[in-house]
């Protein structure tokens, strides 16, 4: 099945500064790459996703990029904000609809 | 319109005594999973299911565990003779279609087996 990486576990960024997420994965096959934000005790919420024929997408202050040929994608947020503070998730899906998550990133922003 | 219901939101058990997780999808979303999250961890993927059809349960331990999705009503993930090892997160997400469609998650059931 499909493996996903995703790095680093935590981040601490001052606010206003950029943060960025890495993921890597396993499988060639995989086609869809979204990223959740879990804030604490709340539900995962989808905040953008890519599609592998893209290679960049972009949301206001977030984007994400992927590279096909390095089976890995990142998540960028820029001038980060308190309510940024959150636990990431990258995810990546073969199947149509199996998501593979990695591990998660607590990021958190210091005013 | 209302997101994905899941209830309850927490639930305790004593070892061996039996959970029932229910999960009702957002209005017009016919594709229901099922996701386990361990602490500090991220979500694994248990089973997906359709009206009235498992469509893959690869993910979901062989014994003790089911789920379902009857015509009317919530989907199910019952949990048979819990232990220890069970307590964990689970989130029930919907989409319209299961064709890489955006997955929208329910608030989560956190299982406490005692």
């Known amino acids: 099945g499909e493996n996903v990486e995703q790095h680093p576990s935590t981040l601490s960024v001052q606010e206003g500064d950029s943060a960025v997420i890495k993921c890597t994965y396993s499988d060639s096959a995989s086609n869809y790459f979204p990223w959740y934000k879990q804030e604490l005790g709340k539900r995962p919420q989808l905040i953008i996703d890519i599609r592998s024929n893209v290679g960049e997408k972009k949301d206001q202050r977030i984007a994400v990029t992927l590279n096909k040929t390095a089976k890995h994608f990142s998540l960028h947020i820029t001038e980060t904000q308190p309510e940024d503070s959150a636990v990431y998730f990258c995810?990546?899906?073969?199947?149509?609809?199996?998501?593979?998550f990695g591990a998660g990133t607590t990021v958190t922003v210091r005013a | 319109n209302a997101g994905v219901m899941q209830n309850p939101r927490h639930l305790v058990r004593r070892r061996g005594q039996e959970a029932r997780l229910r999960c009702s999808p957002m209005?017009?979303?016919?594709?229901v999973y099922w996701y386990r999250q361990l602490p500090e961890e991220g979500l694994k993927f248990m089973v997906y299911l359709q009206k009235e059809n498992i469509i893959d349960e690869s993910g979901m331990p062989k014994e003790r565990f089911s789920a379902e999705f009857p015509k009317e009503g919530p989907s199910i993930l019952r949990i048979q003779q819990v232990v220890r090892g069970d307590s964990a997160a689970y989130f029930c997400?919907?989409?319209?279609?299961?064709?890489?469609?955006?997955?929208?998650f329910g608030p989560g059931t956190r299982l406490t087996v005692l």
């Open positions: 995810a990546a899906s073969m199947d149509d609809y199996k998501l593979s």
């Open positions: 209005k017009g979303h016919s594709h």
């Open positions: 997400a919907s989409s319209r279609t299961g064709s890489n469609n955006e997955q929208f």
